[in-house]
């Protein structure tokens, strides 16, 4: 495998070292990669998170996040103009803007995503990894 699209939560999982909530799959799968990306909009999600309070971190978040970023050897994947219009034209896939621009991602990238998110999984029309 070359490289693999981290849903949020997932890239969270692995930066926290949380391999306890990965699967068996999804573990190898990451361990394996070439490259891992996370989209964009994931730094997005993650900072929603912390404002919501639903996440805290003992370090401010940029630093959180670049840390993660350089330890983790993960790379930032770009909201481009394909990504962004891509994200319109999922249809059946649930109306969440930053799964759209995950799974639009995944599909422009032709990478797969790696996520437990029941929604993604069942999305007929992007490669899954759990």
Known sequence: ??????????????????????????????????????????????????????ISFSIPLITWIRRSLNEFNIAIADLSPEIAVESTLLRGLHRDPADQIIVA??????????????????FADVETIW
């Not at 190898?28 to 909009?41: G, L, V, Y």
Request: charged share 25%.
């Open 1 to 54: 495998m070359n490289d693999l699209l981290l849903d949020t939560h997932i890239w969270i999982w692995v930066s926290i070292q949380n391999e306890a909530s990965l699967s068996h799959k999804a573990k190898m799968m990451i361990n394996r990669a070439h490259q891992k990306w996370i989209s964009a909009i994931s730094c997005w999600e993650l900072a929603k998170l912390v404002e919501k309070k639903r």
């Open 105 to 122: 991602t995944s599909r422009i990238l032709g990478i797969p995503v790696v996520s437990s998110d029941r929604r993604i999984l069942d």
